[in-house]
């Protein structure tokens, strides 16, 4: 009936797989991918990772994942930027990174970055700026605003003549609005991925 030792690694391979191609497999390929010859071993599996809360079945009778199958391991140490910790392989608890990044899902945009402006907050070229959709915001706040007409990403500041955009670039000078500016929203999280 499958092995419920493996069912972690059997779930991974069902996460890998749902990466690939956006849907969960039948129970037929999910016995050809997990090398499990009987029908019954593949219902034990779905029933276990059911139970366990990582996919559930549809009104159409197909299986989909759930919150809880997009959960990804966290580590239980931090990685100091300074000097090296000691090592061990401890995961302690989950994080679903849509959950951790995304606390507002229907007032949530990503938009990519262009341009280096940011650069010297750490916010470069081709990043994805998860962006909280709000036109209320704070002195400090990295913003998106349109000012005279156009979007622009930068940190919203005020002085005697009032609201401008600062860039994290010294060559690049700060944006006071000669027309209107108006905030689209506020930057509350950062993507980049490495190649």
Do not use: C, W
Request: glycine share 8%; no cysteine.
């Amino acid at each position: 009936m499958g092995n419920p030792n493996r069912d972690n690694e059997y779930l991974a391979k069902l996460q890998d797989y749902y990466a690939d191609y956006r849907i969960l497999p039948s129970y037929a390929t999910i016995g050809e991918l997990l090398g499990m010859a009987s029908k019954s071993a593949v219902s034990a599996l779905v029933k276990r990772l059911t139970l366990a809360g990582y996919i559930e079945m549809t009104p159409e009778k197909r299986l989909a994942p759930t919150k809880r199958f997009f959960e990804r391991e966290l580590a239980d140490f931090n990685v100091p930027a300074g000097l090296p910790a000691a090592a061990n392989d401890a995961m302690s608890e989950s994080l679903s990174i849509d959950e951790y990044l995304i606390p507002r899902p229907s007032t949530t945009i990503m938009v990519k970055v262009r341009g280096d402006s940011m650069m010297d907050a750490g916010i470069y070229d081709g990043d994805i700026a998860i962006v909280e959709k709000r036109h209320a915001a704070g002195v400090g706040d990295i913003v998106i605003a349109i000012v005279d007409g156009e979007y622009t990403l930068k940190e919203l500041a005020r002085d005697k003549q009032g609201y401008l955009l600062l860039p994290h670039n010294a060559a690049f000078q700060p944006i006071r609005p000669r027309e209107g500016l108006e905030i689209f929203g506020i930057m509350v999280g950062l993507i980049r991925k490495y190649r």
